[in-house]
């Protein structure tokens, strides 16, 4: 990675750069640690049953957050609102769709116990 | 023109190229139409799993028997620097347009995408060959392959995707159309890394710990 400054570019967009570059570190970082975070949780067995379980998928959804903020871009501007709207609303989605597939399976499983 | 003009998510041109930024605002919001309805895919085959790894054991091993959290662990470290190479790919490109640098991100990041669909298949022959558990063993290990299968085979064709940009890049340079799909691509790659997460936590790190 060269740090040279090119002579035709104004120093606005050099500033620019630095702090998209910038936010690339911090998502890697921040990545990194929660990721660490929620391997050390197993390995360790810092936390068991249904704790554990619980904070692994506190820790996957920050994770998922710090992915869509400073990878994919994602914030509160005004600009963003509609592909926000479409990703809150595909969650939604999500939800329901999964939440619903595993209750009725696991109804299912209940009532075909012998 | 400076940043605070952003149109959508992901890298924005408004600095450096207004006249692509301009074409990129429905395309790219159209790629994340698609983007979602590709996570829907995911969300189903997560929600099979979920109640197959639970429910679905039948006489096959469970899955704490046969996952190795070291290879996982692996696999995500892979696929988050991926991710990040990807990113200064893109900043190469709106800032310089430089095609050796753009095309040295785009080698690293296929490298360590490669290295992460590599690892994984030697996952499945261990699963398959030291562990007894193909897929035809229990529904549990159906919706195991079927979900990171899925995943990886999505991985494996953004490396076809990347391999056709840089040729693209090598030989057109940085016309708006090559930039529009680079900026695509990042999004489709940088999505994949957030399925991933879903996967390592609530297939491995879940199978695991429960």
């Known amino acids: ?114 | 023109m400076s940043l605070s003009e952003r149109l959508h998510p992901g890298i924005n041109l408004a600095g450096t190229d207004p006249e692509s930024h301009e074409a990129a605002e429905e395309v790219l919001f159209g790629f994340w139409i698609f983007l979602m309805s590709d996570l829907v895919l995911f969300a189903v085959l997560f929600a099979t799993y979920a109640a197959m790894s639970v429910q679905g054991i039948a006489e096959g091993p469970r899955p704490a028997e046969v996952f190795d959290l070291t290879a996982a662990f692996v696999e995500t470290l892979l696929l988050l620097f991926s991710s990040f190479a990807f990113g200064f790919a893109m900043l190469e490109m709106k800032y310089r347009e430089n095609r050796r640098g753009v095309l040295l991100w785009l080698l690293l990041t296929g490298v360590l995408g490669a290295a992460f669909v590599g690892m994984e298949l030697h996952d499945y022959y261990v699963m398959i060959t030291q562990h007894a558990a193909p897929p035809q063993a229990s529904g549990f290990l159906s919706a195991y392959y079927l979900l990171t299968g899925t995943h990886a085979l999505h991985v494996s064709s953004g490396l076809v995707w990347m391999a056709i940009m840089a040729v693209q890049v090598a030989v057109v340079g940085f016309s708006t159309p090559v930039k529009l799909r680079l900026m695509r691509l990042a999004l489709f790659w940088h999505m994949l890394d957030v399925v991933w997460i879903g996967i390592f936590t609530f297939v491995y790190l879940f199978g695991v710990a429960s």
């Open chain 1, 1 to 114: 990675m060269s740090n040279r400054i090119p002579a035709d570019m104004p120093p606005s967009e050099y500033e620019d750069e630095g702090r998209e570059r910038r936010s690339y570190v911090v998502g890697l970082v921040l990545a990194l640690v929660l990721t660490t975070a929620a391997f050390a949780t197993v390995w360790l067995d810092l936390l068991s049953g249904g704790a554990a379980l619980a904070a692994l998928g506190l820790l996957a959804l920050i994770q998922a957050v710090v992915h869509l903020r400073y990878f994919l871009h994602i914030d509160l501007q005004r600009s963003h609102r509609d592909d926000l709207l479409l990703i809150l609303f595909t969650v939604l989605i999500l939800l329901i769709m999964v939440s619903g597939t595993i209750w009725i399976l696991y109804d299912q499983h209940v009532r075909m116990m012998p």
